[in-house]
């Protein structure tokens, strides 16, 4: 499906990166944060349980990460009725942000430029964009909307889902055949035999997709799989007492999570995360949200996953296709990093609240997304209606 577009000027503020070295710690035990959030909160205070244990994440940064790492349940006040009112000082400051991170929504024509006739390819991330944000990660569910949406754009533009979670997890969870999907924060892909194989990446090996297909499977960090089964059984161990805290396994990352960890134990749970990852030199921390992520030190990214996935279908280096790349998270900033350095596509952020990102747009929530979508697939529809009126007449 062909649209139109033009270039959207759009406004970045980096933060400034982490002075790693001043700390003196190494740098795979270090909160890999792509774009800083803008609102640090201050350490919880903590009981120690021995003095000076606690030193190691409160140093290397990875406690403020925590702290920061999902956006703060919204201030509500009551009227005097008794109804909820959102604190209008952060709703002015969200109006603020959006002058340098402007509504996707409202900016739908200069994202998807309709008259300079580029193709649209779409990818997405999943948790906080495509599901809201629950506090059991086994119950994040997409709605029946959202998936119909989902549907119908991949009709129109090729549509891939980039996750954090295992590939496997995220298509039972999707459950579209019709997508391309990467788990393991792009470490694993699968796509048609018919695309191409990238030629730097030799690595692929054939498979079958979901549909029983055959198809081409990449996984840059195969050989992590024994050492990441190894760490995910220690996790779990680790933190077996932390009420609240579960390790979830993603084949080529682990995820510890800590939303229903009491924060006074977040210090603990960090801690015992550090403590496992010094036996591992070749795995490096990563940041999501209420969620460390462990993963390989290896060059690859979601970033890094959008450009194969562009070169495999034969996108890359083409100026007639515009990517989007739809995320809410940290890992999502690698991805829309990719697309403002080179200056194709759009990254769109979906927040609730002010934050400093590579993005060039945002969306509030995933209700947003979903408007985003059905948006979408209006537009490819009144295309084709306008290319059968024309081929009528
Ligand atoms: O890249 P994503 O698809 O966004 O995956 C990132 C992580 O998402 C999941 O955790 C997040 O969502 C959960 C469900 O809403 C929530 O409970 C958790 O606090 C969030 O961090 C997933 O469980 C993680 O493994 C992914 O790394």
């Given at each position: 499906m062909d649209v139109k577009s033009t270039k959207a000027s759009s406004i970045l503020a980096d933060p400034s990166p982490m002075n790693k070295s001043r700390l003196g710690i190494r740098s795979n035990l270090?909160?890999?944060?792509?774009s800083g959030p803008s609102f640090t909160t201050s350490v919880p205070t903590v009981t120690r349980?021995?003095?000076?244990?606690?030193d190691d994440v409160r140093s290397n940064g990875w406690l403020d990460a925590m702290q920061s790492s999902s956006p703060p349940r919204k201030k509500v006040n009551k009227d005097f009725n008794g109804v909820d009112l959102v604190s209008d000082e952060a709703e002015i400051a969200y109006q603020f942000w959006m002058i340098r991170y402007p509504s996707a929504l409202n900016s739908f024509q200069t994202i998807t430029g309709?008259?300079?006739n580029k193709k649209l390819v779409i990818f997405l991330d999943y948790d906080g964009t495509l599901s809201p944000i629950v506090d059991d990660p086994d119950r994040a569910f997409m709605s029946d909307d959202m998936r119909s949406a989902l549907r119908n754009v991949a009709k129109y533009f090729p549509t891939a889902i980039i996750s954090g979670r295992s590939r496997n997890k995220v298509y039972e969870l999707v459950?579209?055949?019709?997508l391309y999907y990467a788990g393991s924060h792009g470490m694993d892909i699968v796509f048609p035999a018919?695309?191409?194989?990238?030629?730097?990446?030799?690595k692929c090996v054939k498979s079958t997709d979901n549909k029983g297909k055959e198809a081409n499977l990449f996984q840059?960090?195969?050989?992590f799989i024994p050492m990441i089964n190894e760490v995910f059984r220690n996790l779990v161990e680790i933190t077996k007492?932390?009420?609240g805290a579960k390790v979830e396994d993603h084949k080529f990352c682990v995820s510890v999570h800590?939303?229903?960890?009491?924060e006074n134990s977040w210090p603990v749970i960090a801690q015992n995360v550090h403590d496992i990852l010094k036996g591992y030199p070749r795995l490096r921390l990563t940041h999501g949200r209420k969620v460390l992520e462990v993963r390989p030190v290896?060059?690859?990214d979601k970033g890094k996953a959008v450009e194969f996935l562009l070169e495999s279908l034969g996108?890359?280096?083409?100026?007639d296709v515009l990517p989007i790349y739809i995320g809410d998270d940290r890992t999502d900033e690698d991805a829309f990093k990719v697309l403002r350095k080179k200056n194709r596509g759009y990254g769109i952020l979906v927040s609730t609240v002010p934050k400093e990102s590579n993005a060039s747009f945002s969306l509030r929530d995933t209700s947003e997304v979903q408007d985003f979508l059905e948006s979408l697939v209006k537009m490819a529809q009144e295309d084709d209606d306008e290319d059968a009126s024309y081929d009528t007449n």
């Open positions: 270090l909160p890999c944060s792509q349980k021995k003095p000076g244990k606690l309709r008259e300079m459950g579209l055949t019709e018919k695309d191409l194989v990238p030629e730097k990446h030799v840059p960090a195969s050989e007492d932390i009420k800590y939303r229903n960890v009491d290896i060059d690859w996108f890359s280096n083409r100026s």
